[in-house]
């Protein structure tokens, strides 16, 4: 089992910035990737960002519509996966959930990951 906890939601004007974390336990975390989505009322959870393993080379996947705003890490000593996002738009409003994928793989696929969080809310105001 894997316990996964965001925080760092918050309301933000267009324009700043967020950090979302979300703290593991349950497993080795250096053995998880990790993954970020988000849901926005009324569609359907989406990819935001994924990290593999750091001994792999910690390799990221972004999905288009944050690439350049977002940027995913991970400290595998304090058991946690960081979201910065800048330059946050209206259209970024969702909750945002973590995911652990159990093979390594920095995935877009949401069906590959095996453990969720409970989403923290971000709304971004216009």
């Known amino acids: 089992q894997v316990q996964l906890v965001e925080s760092g939601g918050g309301l933000v004007q267009a324009g700043g910035s967020l950090r979302l974390s979300c703290a593991a336990s349950g497993r080795t975390f250096s053995n998880l990737a990790m993954g970020w989505f988000r849901q926005a009322p009324g569609k359907e959870r989406e990819f935001v960002a994924a990290v593999g393993l750091k001994r792999s080379g910690g390799s990221t996947n972004y999905a288009d519509s944050v690439k350049g705003r977002f940027t995913i890490s991970r400290d595998n000593a304090k058991n946690t996966v960081y979201v910065q996002m800048n330059s946050l738009k209206p259209e970024d409003t969702a909750i945002y959930y973590c995911?652990?994928?159990?093979?390594?793989?920095?995935?877009?696929?949401?069906?590959?990951?095996?453990?969720w969080g409970q989403g923290t809310q971000v709304t971004v105001s216009s």
């Open positions: 995911a652990a994928e159990l093979f390594g793989l920095a995935t877009r696929d949401d069906r590959r990951y095996s453990y």
